[in-house]
């Protein structure tokens, strides 16, 4: 019977389920028919394959040939079944044995002339190869991304002639050395906290939120160094696991983006422009790819001129920022997404950048402008702080700058280290029931809701401010929460002062 059965896998979010290319080759008039719910690209496979055989020395045999992609409900994109339909012409045709089909997995792209090309978007198929203990096949041009996951059995090729003759047994191909050693994981090029000058309260809030990973609002008058704090965060958060970096660049391969090996072990820093539609900050499109959310997992996704955005576009985070992950829906597919980042976001209080006597706004103004933000997504912010300018003289003295960035990144590290041996995770992912056993007093609870009652904050700021607290004192290496650290955390709400005093500015 001329049948033969290839194995490969589609692309499915950061899925990569198995797909069986089958190969039928019957007696009648030659014709070559794709079945199995194929998109144009796949279609066209056709005529790349028949070009590749012949021009690689290969017969393509002029019988009525039979593919199909199984299962057939699900549905197939791209030019990374090219190569398994051609081994499965081969070997239904005779000219490679079935047996070296057995245990192994192909993809690739076939050029005219019989290369093999490379794909994007394969590294969920290298992860799903070595959960499932197949030998892979992949593109040469592909070795980066192979190189990112530690499975020894991948074998690379840049021609169909090759791929044959390894098949029959005649030669062998390169593989890669088992091991990740050779990947970098120091911090190289970060940007040191000492350059921003002053700002002391700043930085310090910038070290709990980078301690917890909590999200931060940063409110101030234009180049006061909300923008460079943003970015200096980057320097003190500890480098990503193995299996958190191999988490990160999937999603990056899904999207069509390389990361460096270099940058493995790097946590993601995304910034998008304040122009960006929600498809792109959250994800989506025709066939679902990662947004810029998905693409800050495990890292820092930074909103500068927060209050630009369009309201929409922000209130989108309002669930993956609870939830950690993000599900589009579309008529081809569902997908979910991680999406567990942190925001850290900055703006300035009024259109005009300034506020008080001097500024040109009115009240009515401000209000409007405050007003894109939804009360929703400023209650996601567990620190909002505000950003003062400089003292008279402050530029020009000669003098310390504060704490570098290493010196700040190992107490946050310690101190990450403390929540992950309570609790499992970090502070800002602790739900309601785990901050009962998280070393507060009834009289300081008691405390906070009053507090939390005379500002009117909803009760999910009653547990953010216990998440900040519990951090400050992680920081301290206090084991209790004590009064002043939940002080210190009520501090740290100038967005709510902010919004009380333009209230009584318009007299509400």
Known sequence: MAIACVATRASLGVEAPAVTVEVHLANGLPAFNLVGLPEASVKEARE??????????????????????????????????????????????????????????????LALSGDIRHCPGLLPVIVAARRDGRELI????????AELVDYPAIRLCSQLVHLVAFLHGQQSLPGLEQGAEWLD?????????????????AKQALEIAAAGSHNLLMLGLPGCGKTMLASRIMGLLPPLGYDEALEVAALHSVAGLNI?????????????????????????????????????????????????FPRKVLDCLREPMETGEVVISRAAAKLTFASRFQLIAAMNPSPCGSMGPGSRS?????????????????DRFDLSIEVPPLPPGTLTQEGNN??????????????RERQLARAGVLNAELSGKALKNAGFSSADLSFLEQSVNRLGLSVRSFHRLQRVARTIADLENSHMVERRHIAQALGYRAMDRLLANLGQQLGR
Request: glycine share 10%; hydrophobic share 35%; with cysteine.
């Open 185 to 201: 994981d120091t911090q190289a090029n970060v940007l040191c906290l000492s350059d921003v000058v002053g700002q002391y309260q």
């Open 48 to 109: 790349r394959v028949r070009s590749a055989l012949v021009n690689a020395g290969f017969e393509f045999p002029m019988r009525r040939i039979t593919v199909n992609l199984a299962p057939a409900d699900l549905p197939k994109q791209g030019g990374r079944y090219d190569l398994p339909i051609a081994i499965g012409i081969l070997a239904a045709s005779g000219q490679i044995p079935l047996t070296s089909l057995k245990d192994r997995e192909f993809v690739g792209e």
């Open 138 to 145: 992949l593109p040469l041009a592909n070795r980066a991304d």
């Open 362 to 378: 009115s009240p009515d103004q401000i209000n409007r402008y405050l007003g894109r933000l939804s009360g929703p997504f400023l």
């Open 402 to 415: 504060g704490e570098t960035s290493q010196s700040v990144a190992q107490r946050v590290h310690r101190a």
């Open 260 to 308: 460096k090996p270099g940058e493995f072990h790097r946590r993601p820093f995304r910034s998008p422009h304040h122009t960006c539609s929600a498809i792109s900050l959250v994800g989506g499109g025709s066939v679902p790819k990662p947004g810029e959310i998905s693409l800050a997992h495990r890292g820092v996704l930074f909103l500068d001129e927060l209050a630009e």
